[in-house]
T-cell receptor, first 117, second 108 residues
Framework: ETGVTQSPTHLIKTRGQQVTLRCSSQ?????VSWYQQALGQGPQFIFQ???????GRGNFPPRFSGLQFPNYSSELNVNALELDDSALYLC????????????????FGPGTRLLVL | GIQVEQSPPDLILQEGANSTLRCNFS?????LQWFHQNPWGQLINLFY???GTKQNGRLSATTVATERYSLLYISSSQTTDSGVYFC??????????FGPGTRLSVLP
């Protein structure tokens, strides 16, 4: 186990609805990154939050938004769901620190499987 | 941005066999990571290996940064090794860029 938890584990929504996914960071970590993994593909970076502020974003539209709370847990919100949003959503927490590579501290949660019908 | 290729895309092995997975990068490699994703979706860090060779039990990895590739070796494979293996690079120290993965199936 990595110490990173996500909820819910599975979710079914219909097109046009909104969804909120949650992530609790590993103790001591101040950075959360979110990834989308479509079936049969590698994870793709959505965005990262560092100390409650967005700290980088991948090629995803504005209807993907996020929050990070003072305890460093995080939410991913997706509005106006589309069929292509069906995927495994992974969060990863890390200790954001200049000069320390991600691989040294970043750990992934078990993911939330979202199905959009 | 950096492009990551992995080969082979799929691999089926008999238990006890050895295998080599390869990862190629389009740009310089600074912070290369290997992951294993189990059938339930959990991504597990295997190696942080920007250069050189590391070993952990039956797994070892080698990165030749100057030639922009990395290899993951699995010896005496077990059914629990099944899943998808990803390599990834975090060139900007912010997020990983993942390859498409190698799907490994180890048969009993």
């Amino acid at each position: 186990e990595t110490g990173v938890t996500q909820s819910p584990t599975h979710l079914i929504k219909t097109r046009g609805q909104q969804v909120t996914l949650r992530c609790s960071s590993q103790s001591g970590h101040n950075t959360v990154s979110w990834y989308q993994q479509a079936l049969g593909q590698g994870p793709q970076f959505i965005f990262q939050y560092y100390r409650e502020e967005e700290n980088g974003r991948g090629n995803f539209p504005p209807r993907f938004s996020g929050l990070q709370f003072p305890n460093y847990s995080s939410e991913l919100n997706v509005n106006a769901l589309e069929l292509d949003d069906s995927a495994l959503y992974l969060c990863a927490s890390s200790l954001g620190s200049v000069g320390i590579p991600l691989g040294e501290t970043q750990y992934f949660g078990p993911g939330t499987r979202l199905l959009v019908l | 941005g950096i492009q990551v290729e992995q080969s082979p895309p799929d691999l089926i092995l008999q238990e006890g066999a050895n295998s080599t997975l390869r990862c190629n990068f389009s740009d310089s490699v600074n912070n290369l990571q290997w992951f294993h994703q189990n059938p339930w979706g959990q991504l597990i860090n295997l190696f942080y290996i920007p250069s050189g060779t590391k070993q952990n039990g039956r797994l070892s990895a080698t990165t030749v940064a100057t030639e922009r590739y990395s290899l993951l070796y699995i010896s005496s494979s077990q059914t629990t090794d099944s899943g998808v293996y990803f390599c990834a690079e975090d060139s900007y120290g912010q997020n990983f860029v993942f390859g498409p993965g190698t799907r490994l199936s180890v048969l009993p």
